[in-house]
């Protein structure tokens, strides 16, 4: 019982020395709601079986999304638009895109031919 008096003394005096102390009623009781809230996101509230459900299916999702990102890396697959199929999208990152060198010098001679005829 001596013990819980301390535990009780250091709680009272910890939560006093904080800034926890100057809060109004209303903010001490919407950072108890928010703080359970987290609680329960976590898995508090769960039984030991939801638990393990839980935790099974966090795993098989990060498996998946691992797996994902790996196929995403690994892809090498290439698609090519015209700039007309581009239209809408902002020119710094068309400018970032990778380019061949000869659709360039076809996209600039089809510039200058639209040039020449206006």
């Known amino acids: ?7 009780s ?3 009272k005096s910890l939560i006093s020395d904080t800034k926890f102390s100057t809060w109004t009623d209303e903010e001490k009781l919407r950072f108890i709601k928010k703080t359970l809230k987290r ?5 508090s509230s ?11 299916i966090a795993t098989q999702l990060s498996n998946l999304c691992t797996n ?10 290439q ?6 199929e581009l239209k809408g999208v902002p020119e710094t990152f068309i400018d970032s895109l990778p ?13 200058e031919r639209i040039q020449q005829e206006a």
């Not at 019982?1 to 535990?7: D, G, I, M, T």
């Not at 609680?39 to 898995?43: K, L, S, T």
């Not at 380019?99 to 510039?111: A, D, L, P, V």
């Open 79 to 84: 698609a090519e638009f015209t700039r007309n």
């Open 99 to 111: 380019k061949k060198k000869k659709k360039i010098e076809n996209q600039e001679k089809e510039k």
């Open 9 to 11: 003394n250091s709680s």
């Open 46 to 56: 769960l039984n030991d079986e939801q638990l393990k459900q839980v935790n099974s």
């Open 68 to 77: 994902y990102e790996q196929l995403i890396n690994e892809n090498r697959d």
């Open 39 to 43: 609680f329960e996101r976590g898995g």
């Open 1 to 7: 019982n001596s013990n819980n008096n301390n535990n």
